[in-house]
């Protein structure tokens, strides 16, 4: 991974991080390098066991690091005066937390904002993260989602600049997922950087402006998500019904390798005009109308899977190979 030089605008600047947990034989994290810019979301994507959650934990002073050198708005979280004012200045939601059980929603927060100079009113956090419902009900009678919730509230109560939420919408149901994207971008526009983990490739890409993708300690990718996709060469993919009649014979040379079982085109395409202009002008020279023309741009999970050597999920596969122009 080539690497910009620190600048003003960097928020988080990590170096060759690695974290050896005692008696492991292998490294969980194993020379980490990763930049973060101020208002920018940072994904950080992975398989389980990938060290997302050490490095999270390492960067917001939970855990000690074994070495490398880690700068938080020009603080270190691994030396203890430093963590003292990062905590006030910096939002976790940690992948496991927990809270008092017999206090209220609206309780925990309140109890929070006494860590802070300037916190935000309790009201402003309860709508922020989605509370208004539950906030008088103790945390022991919250669901899963609901306490979820409460932990992205209590991150952001003391107005933090940096943001680290580690898998912070596990458990939400679609609705609160979207309204806690909407938050967390509204966060960005007002300044605030995030590093969000997540499993879930919709969520990285709606809101991550750059990715970077660990496989077993080790960076195995990063960049904005476009810009994955094009470093991999995953071209775009054009697929259509045609005629169940119709031979590869009848199809253009250039496009012939999308006739990939009758009636059925797949073509995965670096120059996606190119190859719609030729099957398009064959069709309307045929009178074929491609009434279920599908022309789709590499997604994430595509480029995802690609780097960290996983398999597509078997129910999204095309059961035949597509053809594949270079
Ligand atoms: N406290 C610990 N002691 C020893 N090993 C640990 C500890 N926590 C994590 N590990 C190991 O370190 C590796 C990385 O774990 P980590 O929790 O950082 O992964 P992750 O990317 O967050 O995974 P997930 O997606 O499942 O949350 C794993 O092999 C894990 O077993
Ligand atoms: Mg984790």
Redesign the pocket.
Same mark, same amino acid.
């Given at each position: 991974m080539t690497q910009d030089p620190p600048t003003s605008d960097v928020v988080l600047d990590v170096r060759d991080l690695v974290?050896r947990?005692? @008696? =492991?034989d292998v490294p969980?994290?194993q020379g980490v390098s990763l930049q973060l810019h101020r208002g920018e979301v940072l994904g950080l994507l992975?398989?389980? @066991? =990938?060290?997302?959650?050490?490095?999270?934990?390492i960067l917001t002073g939970f855990r000690s690091r074994t070495s490398g050198t880690v700068s938080l708005l020009g603080l270190d979280p691994g030396k203890r005066d430093d963590l003292r004012e990062l905590r006030r200045r910096v939002g976790v939601v940690l992948?496991h937390t927990g809270h008092y059980r017999y206090l209220t929603a609206r309780e925990t927060i309140a109890m929070h904002r006494a860590w802070y100079d300037d916190p935000r009113e309790v009201d402003e956090v309860v709508e922020l993260a989605g509370l208004t419902e539950c906030a008088d009900q103790r945390v022991r009678k919250l669901s899963g989602g609901q306490q979820r919730r409460l932990d992205v509230g209590v991150a952001l109560v003391g107005r933090p600049e940096v943001i680290f939420l580690?898998?912070p919408t596990t458990g939400f149901d679609p609705a609160a997922r979207r309204r806690a994207w909407d938050v967390i971008l509204e966060l960005t526009r007002l300044g605030t950087s995030v590093v969000l983990?997540t499993?879930y490739m919709e969520e990285a890409s709606r809101l991550a402006d750059r990715v970077v993708v660990?496989g077993a300690?080790r960076v195995v990718g990063s960049g904005a998500p476009e810009q994955l996709a094009r470093d991999l060469q995953l071209g775009t993919m054009i697929r259509a019904s045609l005629p169940p009649e119709v031979t590869p014979a009848d199809v253009p040379d250039a496009i012939r390798a999308g006739l990939v079982a009758p009636g059925r085109f797949e073509l995965r395409v670096d120059a996606p005009a190119e190859a719609l202009g030729q099957l398009c002008t064959w069709a309307v020279e045929r009178g074929l109308r491609l009434e279920d023309l599908d022309v789709r741009a590499p997604s994430l999970e595509e480029s995802y899977l690609a780097l960290t050597g996983e398999q597509s999920d078997p129910a999204d596969a095309t059961p035949e190979p597509a053809g594949v122009v270079a």
């Open positions: 974290k947990y005692p @008696g =492991a969980a994290v992975g398989p389980n @066991g =990938a060290g997302k959650t050490t490095t999270v934990e992948q580690d898998e983990t499993h660990l300690g």
